[in-house]
């Protein structure tokens, strides 16, 4: 084993030189990039990206929430992030008396600025290779169980050591190359993160779901946070005695702008990649995940907007809802598009033949024949797993009677459980998502993968229909002041439920169907890709590999381009003031813009003010509000988007059509001064030109 992991080391210590396009670099790591960093236009130093023994740039780089990315751009911990990333919050702070998703959020001052409970922002302390610790006492002759098993005991006892939870830090160890090697990541948290700003939905979301993945773009897709701490700058609870954060480092602000060819790089938390899969993996994402994925999809959002455009209240309440839904749905119809046109399945099987006549006569042998048959037993459960979660598990008043019912099991008070949902829920939507989603489930899977209590209930109601009407009359989770006044003692009386009862079905329908099926293959399916992986590097000596994205920091690079599309079209890569007043229309509620930004444009000066622009940073879901960065290491952007064409490259990067989509900063701060009049948070900033 040791002399396994020393070979996969030395075959990371001499990577070659990729197109800057590629890869998600690990911070720890970038020396080995650096010179093709500079090679590309970068004028810092390795030690300017990450340093533990100095502030650098990683110091002003957080993850928002659990989700997305952030960057601190004041001495006072004044952070920006998406519009998208702050939405949650923004929605929860709105009413039909102060709608700040329509109008916009601006603080006057520090004591506007308004918390939210449970957003905490991470900061990346450092990360330590820990392979050789982690498989501490492992032998090659022990099962998959006892390797997992030492793996447990010694990462659990790596991170005891470094956590610290009185101080904020918490830490946590990361299988990278699929287990090939491990690194332990350390984070400090802190946890008073206040909404500052946010322009309205109609800057912040523009374009909505017409123009989500597409080019051009012209969303102001930003919103602005402050870190608060204790009086000795460590983190703390929300208290009015907090005081503002003082960051390290944060990003000096570029007002210089950029030009097709200019360096870029992004400095963020990509969420998940899987770039080194076989043709089976990329064949049914392609061809069967996503269509039926996206088919689901397209049901729900149909009926929320249908209710969505007849009532502003069910608007405000299903936005930032509508919004989770259609984000993917889209992001997976431009990805098994690029799939297809890219040839992915064709392309990884002509790899595929390569390596098996590589492998042939050596330990991995056969290990492409094994993969594909853990696929052919895995699909069919795992489809059905899918399915069940985009159907009966999206019916909102299931989900929350084992939500009540998790927490009278617990001992909990069932009241802020109920608070959030019904600020939230309109059952007219439910129900007839309730009629669609088990309708397709009941049309679109086989027998085989029906719960027995399923075709049992529809036999009896004789109609999806009857059985809704039947549910919803006598669930007592209809009833919000009943809801509200359960106790433990009526554990019974919610387990007795018809919502309850159809949820847990479903649920025990799963772990003793289909989830040992899934749990099984997946772990054969893991232990055989981190021999793939292995392969794959000793088959590819001169490849550069990088791992696959899992929400931990890293580093991207490219340069500022456009696209070409189609035949005879091509993107310029920097969108203006004047794209937004061509599609603005006050007919069309993701399109009609405020007032006051016609009027500013009508006044003239401002045709050319930028507004967002392409770049070909690698980039995925979690780099979601990222810093990008100029070639001096300041702030000229924040990345929000990829194009559509290009989504593919979670699986396969194609530098001819990935692109990632960023907000340039200039129309930020343009916003906050012309729309939100908050110069005050500008005057806290540091302008480098």
Known sequence: MKKLFVLTLALLAVLPALRAEEGMWLPMLISQRIE??????????????????????????VLFGSGCTGEVVSRDGLLFTNHHCGYGQIQQHSSVEHDYLKDGFWAMNRGEELPNPGLTVSFLERMDEVTAAVLKGYVPTMSEAQRDSVVRVNSDAIVKSVANPDKGVRARV??????????????????????????????????????????PRHTGDFSIFRIYADKNNEPADYSEDNVPFHPKRFFEISRAGVQEGDFTFVYGCPGSTKEYVTSDEVRYVGEVSDPQKIALRTLRLDILQKYMSQDQAVRIQYSSKYANISNAWKKWQGESKGIARLHTVAAKQDFERRFAAWARGTRYEG???????????????FRAYEYYTETVRTVELLSFAAQVQAALAGGREVAPVSGRFYKDYYQPIDEEIFVAMLSAFDKNLEPGYKPEYFLRKLAEYGSVEAWRDDLYARSLFTDPARVAALTADDLAAVEADPAWELYDAFSQWYLAELRPVISETAQD????????????????????????????????????????????????????LKGIIEKDNPDIFDYDIPQALRDIYAAGGHDAQPVCFLATNHTSGGNSGSPVINADGRLIGINFDRVWEGTMSDIVFDPDYCRNISLDIRYLLFVVKEIGHADWLLDEMVFAD
């Open 525 to 576: 399916i893991n232990l055989a890709y981190r021999a793939y992986m292995r392969a794959q590097m000793e088959f590819e000596p001169g490849k550069a590999f990088y791992p696959d994205a899992n929400l931990t920091l890293r580093v991207a690079y490219g340069h500022v381009a456009g696209y070409s599309p189609s035949d005879a079209v091509y993107y310029a890569p920097v969108s203006t």
């Open 36 to 61: 093709d960093m500079q090679a590309h236009g970068f004028r810092l130093t390795a030690e300017d990206v990450y340093s533990i023994n100095q502030a650098s740039l990683k110091d002003a780089v």
């Open 367 to 381: 290990l492409l024949d094994r993969l594909s048959g853990l696929y052919a037993r895995r699909n069919p459960a």
């Open 174 to 215: 990361e299988a990278l190359y699929y287990a090939n090697q491990y690194f332990l990541f350390v984070y400090k948290v802190y946890r008073d993160v206040r909404l500052v700003g946010a322009p309205p939905s109609s800057i912040g979301k523009f374009g909505g779901d017409t123009d989500n993945w597409m080019w």
